[in-house]
């Protein structure tokens, strides 16, 4: 299973991007879908997670109300549409998905995902 990330890059405090994450893999059927970004010097956390049957949905507190996670299963693709970012949004973000249903706490952290994307940077500067 390969995951690829695209999207990132430089854009101005208040601005917006979207990134976008496919996995490939024919006969690989994906659970849940998250999102996970690390900032220089800090570590990876999460940011948002989808389960493919899209019924369930969440967001760090961090990121609620300004990011916005989808997929679309026909391109076996995921989103991350952020908005009103802000400087400390910088990062390198990942995508990661997994078969597996694990309980609602792991789903929040990297042990809930086996497959992992490139990683794609975020910069918010003037």
């Known amino acids: 299973v390969q995951l690829q990330a695209f999207g990132g890059g430089l854009v101005p405090p208040g601005g917006s991007l979207s990134l976008s994450c496919a996995y490939s893999?024919?006969?690989?059927?994906?659970?849940?879908m998250g999102w996970f970004r690390q900032a220089p010097g800090k570590e990876r956390e999460f940011v948002a997670l989808?389960?493919?049957?899209?019924?369930?949905?969440s967001y760090a507190d961090a990121v609620k109300g300004r990011f916005t996670i989808s997929r679309d299963i026909a391109k076996n693709t995921a989103y991350l549409q952020m908005n009103s970012l802000k400087p400390e949004d910088t990062a390198v973000y990942y995508c990661?998905?997994?078969?597996?249903?694990?309980?609602?706490?792991?789903?929040?952290?990297?042990?809930?995902?086996?497959?992992w994307g490139q990683g794609t940077l975020v910069t918010v500067s003037s």
């Open positions: 893999g024919q006969t690989f059927r994906p659970y849940i």
């Open positions: 990661a998905t997994d078969s597996r249903r694990y309980n609602t706490g792991t789903t929040f952290t990297a042990r809930g995902y086996e497959y």
């Open positions: 989808i389960t493919w049957d899209g019924r369930r949905i």
